[in-house]
C-alpha cells in the first residue's frame, strides 16, 4: 500500500491513515497538505519571509492560515515523518498456491458434510438461483442417491483420525430437505447403528418451515439445529411463494413456527435460527425488529446473489430485488442491538482489526506487533476457503462442491454409481490456475487485506475474472471515509467496537 492515505468526513474532520504505521489520526487540513506535497514542502524560513507584515500563509485551496499555526502543524508534519508515518505501508504478497497435500488434509477433518437431499421443492421463490434470471441447468427432481452419501460419509470417517473431541456436523439442505426425508431418516439410522465409527455427530437441517409440522418430532428427537428461511414480515417474505398456487408463504410458515415454539419451547430458544436473504422488501430495521420482537432472535443475513445472471434480465433482476439504500450506521436503536450482527458494525471492526495495530489475538503480536518489514510468505489472492477444510457439499445428482452458495459449473468431483471420483490434485490444480488468473487484480487491491470475495464469484471460469469488490486508492480513501462518518454518527459506537466487537469473535 503507498503511503499515508489522507480522508475527510461528511462534517469536514481531516483523518490520515499510515499504512506504515498501521494508525489513523485525527488530523489537521495543513497536515493532509504537507503530505499531499510529497516531499515539497517549503521550509521554515522561507514560508516566514513569504508571509510577510500579515503573518498569513495563503494556501492554494484551503484558505489562509496565520503563520504560528501553519509553524505548529509544520513540525508536527515532519515529527510524523521521522517516526515513519507517511512511509508505504507493506502489504501481502498475494501470489500463493495451495501446497498439493492440502487436499487430502481437508478431507480428512473436515469439519461439515452437506447432502443436497432433494432439488425438488415446494416453494418457487422469485430469486430462487433456479429462476430465469440465472444460467443454472433446468431444476429437475433428482434426490440424492443414499448409497453414493453413505459411501462419501464412510470415505471421510476412514480418513479421520479418532478424536473424541472433534466433531462432524451432518447437513440437509435443498431443494427443500423434507420433500425427501426418507434420505435424512436414512443417514440418522445409519450413524446411529455405527455409533462406535462416528464419535461426535451432529446434525442440522435447512428447511422454508413448509412441511415442519410433519417432521419436528423427528428433529427434537434427534437434537438438529434448524435453520428456517423467512425473510421478516408478510411484506419482505412476499418473494417466497408456493409452487402450487403462487400464493404468499408467509402465513402457513409462521403458524408452523409458531407451533414449534409452543410445543417445543426449549428446543425452540436452543437449536432454532433464522436465515434471511436481503432484498428491495426489506431492510436491516425491520428485518431487526420482526425477528427480535416476534422471536427474540436474530436472524443470520446473506444477499442475493449476483452471480450466474442471464443478461436479458439482468436489469429486470436489479430493478425487482436488489436493496434500494446501502446500510447506514447511525444512533438508531437497533445498530445497538444488532452490533456486530450489522454489516458495517463487522465492518467497521474488521477494518480496526486488519489495518490498525490494536487488536492482539496471540501473545506472540504483542511481541512484534508491527511488521514493518517485507513478509517474505506468499498469500492466497482472494478469500476463497481451503476446499474441505470446513464443509464438503454433495450435490442430490452426486456432485462434489466446496459449499453449497457456488454455481454447478465448479463442480471439484463426484460420488455416482457408487463409484468416488475425487481427484486431489486435478483439484489442487484446478484451484491454482484460477488463482493465478486473479493475482495480479488481488496484489493491486487496497482491500486485500480484508478481503471477503470468494474465487467462484469472480467470472474466473471466463479466464478474466473481476471483482465488484476490488478497490483502488481512491475507493480505499471512500471507504474509510464511510467508516469515520458512521463513527461520527455514533461516537459511542467506537468505545463499544474496542471494548466488545473483538473479544466476541
Ligand atoms: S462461497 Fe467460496 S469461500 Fe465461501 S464457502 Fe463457498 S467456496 Fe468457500
Ligand atoms: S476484494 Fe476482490 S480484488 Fe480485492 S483482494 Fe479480494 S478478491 Fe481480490
Not at 12 to 23: I, M
Not at 105 to 127: G, R
Not at 451 to 468: H, M, R
Request: charged content about 25%.
Amino acid at each position: 500500500m503507498k503511503a499515508a492515505i489522507p480522508f475527510s468526513t461528511t462534517t469536514g474532520h481531516q483523518y490520515l491513515y499510515s499504512s506504515y504505521n498501521k494508525q489513523f489520526l485525527l488530523s489537521h487540513p495543513l497536515i493532509n497538505y504537507f503530505a499531499g506535497l510529497q516531499g515539497a514542502v517549503k521550509s521554515p524560513e522561507r514560508i516566514k519571509n513569504k508571509a510577510g507584515k500579515s503573518q498569513l500563509v495563503r494556501i492554494p485551496g484551503l484558505g489562509n492560515y496565520c503563520l504560528s499555526e501553519y509553524q505548529y502543524y509544520l513540525k508536527k508534519f515532519y515529527f510524523l515523518k521521522h517516526y515513519g508515518f507517511f512511509k508505504p505501508g507493506v502489504q501481502k504478497n498475494r501470489d500463493g498456491v495451495f501446497p498439493p497435500n492440502r487436499i487430502e488434509q481437508n478431507l480428512a477433518q473436515t469439519k461439515q458434510i452437506i447432502f443436497e437431499t432433494t432439488e425438488d421443492c415446494n416453494l418457487d421463490c422469485v430469486y430462487c438461483t433456479y429462476s430465469k434470471f440465472y444460467f443454472n441447468k433446468e431444476r429437475e427432481r433428482n434426490k440424492i442417491n443414499t448409497g453414493d452419501a453413505i459411501q462419501l460419509l464412510d470415505l471421510i470417517l476412514s480418513k479421520r483420525r479418532i478424536n473424541p473431541d472433534q466433531e462432524l456436523a451432518i447437513s440437509f439442505y435443498g431443494g427443500e430437505p423434507f420433500k425427501n426425508f426418507s434420505f435424512i431418516e436414512q443417514i440418522v439410522n445409519y450413524i446411529k447403528a455405527h455409533k462406535d465409527r462416528y464419535l461426535k455427530i451432529k446434525y442440522s437441517l435447512t428447511t422454508n418451515g413448509l412441511l415442519l409440522r410433519k417432521y419436528i418430532n423427528f428433529l427434537v428427537e434427534n437434537d438438529f439445529e434448524l435453520a428456517i428461511s423467512l425473510d421478516g414480515d408478510e411484506f419482505a417474505n412476499s418473494f417466497r411463494i408456493l409452487k402450487t398456487n403462487k400464493k404468499p408463504s408467509f402465513e402457513l410458515v409462521t403458524r408452523n413456527i409458531d407451533m414449534v415454539r409452543e410445543k417445543y419451547p426449549l428446543y425452540f430458544d436452543r437449536r432454532v435460527i433464522f436465515l434471511t436473504v436481503r432484498h428491495s422488501r426489506n431492510n436491516l430495521k425491520t428485518i431487526y425488529e420482526h425477528f427480535s420482537s416476534k422471536y427474540g432472535k436474530t436472524p443470520i443475513l446473506s444477499s442475493i446473489t449476483t452471480t450466474g445472471l442471464v443478461g436479458e434480465f439482468r436489469e429486470e433482476f436489479k430493478e425487482t430485488f436488489l436493496e434500494s439504500q446501502l446500510p447506514s450506521v447511525d444512533n438508531s436503536w437497533y445498530v445497538q442491538e444488532m452490533f456486530t450482527k450489522h454489516p458495517l458494525v463487522a465492518e467497521t471492526a474488521e477494518i480496526f482489526e486488519r489495518f490498525g495495530n490494536f487488536v492482539f489475538r496471540h501473545p506472540k503480536q504483542l511481541l512484534n506487533p508491527l511488521k514493518k518489514q517485507k513478509d517474505p510468505r506468499k498469500y492466497l489472492p482472494t478469500a476463497t476457503c481451503s476446499p474441505f477444510d470446513l464443509r464438503l457439499y454433495m450435490s442430490a445428482d452426486g456432485g462434489i462442491y466446496p459449499c453449497e452458495h457456488i454455481s454447478r459449473i465448479f463442480e471439484l468431483g463426484s460420488v455416482k454409481g457408487s463409484k468416488i471420483d475425487i481427484d486431489s490434485n486435478r483439484i489442487t490444480e484446478t484451484y491454482n490456475s484460477y488463482f493465478s488468473r486473479i493475482k495480479k487484480l488481488c496484489n493491486q487491491c487496497y482491500l486485500s487485506d480484508n478481503c471477503k470475495e470468494c474465487i467462484f464469484n469472480t467470472g474466473v471460469e471466463t479466464g478474466v475474472p473481476s471483482c465488484e469488490f476490488f478497490m483502488n486508492k481512491n475507493k480505499f480513501t471512500q471507504h474509510l471515509s464511510e467508516i469515520f462518518n458512521n463513527l461520527e454518527k455514533d461516537n459511542s459506537l467506537f468505545a463499544r467496537i474496542r471494548d466488545e466487537a473483538f473479544l466476541a469473535k
